[in-house]
Nanobody, 129 residues
Framework: QLQLVESGGDLVQPGGSLRLSCAGS????????????VAWFRQAPGKEREGLSC???????NYADSVKGRVTISRDNAKNTVYLQINNLNPEDTAVYYC???????????????????WGKGTRVTVSS
């Protein structure tokens, strides 16, 4: 069973940066993170979950308009880990951040609307002075 563990959440001041990590384990034999589309989501208190970014099986990326230009998603295949770099943080970025994955065919395309069926438990980001 694929397991995803997020880390890197912290209390940061406005204008700061964070790099969140999503480490995968428990892959089926012969599979690695490259066989999965992986996405980052966040949920702020009292708000709906929001899709932020995804990376496809071949490394294609997609970003929500709300974070485009401030966020970069990347993947370390050797570590089976997907990262989310967030720059210029502001209080509206305060949320629990989740990663999610779905086994997909090779494709340069990913969307946050995919029905991701493997989820981590989240890492909390708080932006406050």
């Amino acid at each position: 069973q694929l397991q995803l563990v997020e880390s890197g959440g912290d209390l940061v001041q406005p204008g700061g940066s964070l790099r969140l990590s999503c480490a995968g384990s428990g892959f089926r034999t012969g599979y690695t993170v490259q066989f999965y589309a992986v996405a980052w989501f966040r949920q702020a208190p009292g708000k709906e979950r929001e899709g932020l970014s995804c990376i496809s099986t071949t490394g294609g990326t997609n970003y929500a308009d709300s974070v485009k230009g401030r966020v970069t998603i990347s993947r370390d295949n050797a570590k089976n880990t997907v990262y989310l770099q967030i720059n210029n943080l502001n209080p509206e970025d305060t949320a629990v951040y989740y990663c999610a994955a779905k086994l997909k065919r090779r494709s340069p395309i990913c969307t946050m609307q995919t029905h991701y069926n493997n989820w981590g438990k989240g890492t909390r980001v708080t932006v406050s002075s």
